[in-house]
């Protein structure tokens, strides 16, 4: 997968793809992000379903690294290898 996609008037722009970003319990927005560029060695995985886990949940320990994109027990396809 190329990370710049094509316009109709041949300009390239970043790939975007839509997140949800926590804020805080009350507070998750989705938002438009650049396409991750992975290195040698790592994947690129479109998700398809993402998991909440307990400590997702647990406000006074995701609240210090907000805001972030939540998500870490996911499944998904390869869509690069680097
Ligand atoms: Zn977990």
Same mark, same amino acid.
């Given at each position: 997968m190329n990370s710049k996609l094509e316009t109709r008037n041949s300009?390239?722009?970043e790939a975007s793809m839509? $997140?949800?970003v926590?804020? %805080? %319990?009350?507070d998750v927005r989705l938002e438009e992000t650049a396409v991750p560029r992975i290195g040698p060695g790592e994947l690129l995985i479109r998700t398809r379903a993402s998991g909440i886990c307990?400590?997702?949940l647990m406000e006074w320990y995701r609240i210090k690294k907000a805001p972030l994109v939540l998500?870490? !027990?996911?499944?998904? !396809? $390869?869509? !690069?290898a680097g």
């Open positions: 300009k390239p722009r839509r $997140v949800a926590y804020y %805080n %319990n009350r307990g400590s997702d998500g870490h !027990e996911i499944t998904g !396809e $390869v869509a !690069e």
